[in-house]
């Protein structure tokens, strides 16, 4: 009885330890976690301090697994691929993180989200500074860019040999179907010369894209994309890019089998064309060429059959 005793007390001594080592990473652990996290996305995405970013945890064992249910971000500015961005909000679900890296180093270590949700604006300030100097380079100058009614507008002056042109391109920043916005030139307006409109039109449209959203790990479906009053408005909703990529893969299985199916179709409609061929070119003989009722035998008669005509003349 004293043996089932002590290992009953030993048994319980152990249940109240794991308790209160699950308590304290709890309230100590875990909350640096939290913390440790916000900041690293802070730094990610150079937030400033103002900036609200909101960690919302699942269960224990998950956070320790590295992952949490969402994050939410709403800050002011930040700067994404380069690019000064504003009025960002960003809420994530299902997002997976690298733990040791997030205590031991303070990045983010984001390694996947499931979904998010995404807003942003792009201001005309900050598409100058990203294009100035580019556009500099390839021999423009006193870069102006407007962003009105649906459609964004850069003039410059172009130094050639023996005039000044002043160019302006008119187009809109699009989705390219990746987590980039891109220039699309629609017309180029030429003041007083003529140059290479193709290769002009060519230097707008390699320009680098006003933004990549890659940081977010996800693959971005813009719903919402306007230009006005001097901003380029961004609304976009996410998959995780591990998820897009098995749609494309089944997608390309399935265009597979489809051309296979249209391979084959093909195959019996060409069989079906040279069937109808043959039998229209030997319809064509036997309308063209046809056979008589009765062929005459011209071979002179042997005496037998002579004989059987009614004996010898």
Not at 28 to 33: D, E, F, G, I, Y
Request: glycine share 8%; aromatic share 6%.
């Amino acid at each position: 009885m004293g043996c089932f005793q002590r290992l009953a007390n030993f048994v319980l001594v152990l249940v109240v330890l794991a308790l209160l080592a699950l308590a304290a990473l709890n309230w100590l652990l875990l909350p640096k976690v939290d913390e440790e996290l916000a900041d690293s996305v802070r730094r990610e995405f150079l937030l400033p301090p103002s900036s609200t970013v909101v960690i919302g945890r699942g269960s224990l064992l998950d956070t320790l697994e590295g992952q949490v249910d969402s994050f939410y971000v709403d800050s002011a500015e930040a700067k994404l691929d380069g690019m000064l961005v504003e009025d960002l909000r960003f809420k994530g679900r299902g997002i997976r993180f690298d733990l040791p890296q997030v205590l031991l180093s303070g990045n983010a270590g984001l390694s996947e989200v499931q979904s998010g949700e995404l807003e942003l604006k792009v201001s005309e300030d900050a598409l100058k500074q990203r294009w100035g100097g580019e556009l500099e380079k390839k021999g423009m100058r006193d870069v102006e860019i407007a962003l009105e009614d649906g459609s964004v507008t850069i003039n410059g002056i172009f130094d050639m040999a023996f005039a000044e042109v002043r160019i302006g391109a008119n187009g809109r920043i699009v989705a390219d179907g990746s987590t980039r916005l891109k220039l699309e030139v629609d017309e180029l307006q030429l003041g007083g010369a003529e140059i290479g409109v193709k290769e002009l039109k060519a230097a707008f449209s390699t320009l680098t894209p006003v933004v990549d959203l890659d940081q977010f790990r996800v693959a971005i479906e813009v719903d919402k994309l306007e230009m006005h009053d001097g901003y380029v408005f961004v609304q976009a909703r996410s998959r995780a890019l591990d998820e897009v990529s098995t749609e494309a893969a089944g997608d390309s299985e399935l265009d597979k089998r489809e051309q296979e199916l249209l391979d084959e179709l093909e195959r019996v409609r060409r069989k079906k064309e040279q069937q109808e061929a043959l039998e229209k070119e030997g319809a064509a003989q036997q309308s063209g060429n046809p056979a008589p009722d009765y062929i005459p035998d011209e071979s002179e008669p042997d005496e037998k059959d002579m004989n059987s005509l009614g004996g010898e003349a």
